[in-house]
Nanobody, 114 residues
Framework: VQLQASGGGLVQGGGSLRLSCATS????????MGWYRQAPEKQRELVAL???????NYADLVKGRFTISRDNAKNTVYLQMGSLKPEDTAIYYC?????????WGQGTLVTVSS
């Protein structure tokens, strides 16, 4: 199983980025997909989840600014991030989960300048 996150980079505050997480080796459509982030010296935290049926859930800190979506035909999950703030700076990870099974991607760095 592989999860390959991409799309991170340096962006000015107020800007947008779109992260992608391409997966292989699993039946993508039956997994709940999630985006998590870890800022320096902080614990990893949930950003957004999207279930098999496509229903999204967001952390309060990103509601109204981030949108998670999935394309089952492409085995890919996305995170559209807008109105970015310096405090959104972190390594963003994608995760696939189903029951006790979970798989993590390698992370992509997002840096938001003020």
């Amino acid at each position: 199983v592989q999860l390959q996150a991409s799309g991170g980079g340096l962006v000015q505050g107020g800007g947008s980025l779109r992260l992608s997480c391409a997966t292989s080796g699993l039946i993508f459509s039956i997994y709940t997909m999630g985006w998590y982030r870890q800022a320096p010296e902080k614990q990893r935290e949930l950003v957004a989840l999207i279930g098999r049926g496509g229903g999204p859930n967001y952390a309060d800190l990103v509601k109204g600014r981030f949108t998670i979506s999935r394309d089952n035909a492409k085995n890919t999950v996305y995170l559209q991030m807008g109105s970015l703030k310096p405090e959104d700076t972190a390594i963003y990870y994608c995760k696939a989960s189903r029951g006790k099974n979970e798989f993590w991607g390698q992370g992509t760095l997002v840096t938001v300048s003020s």
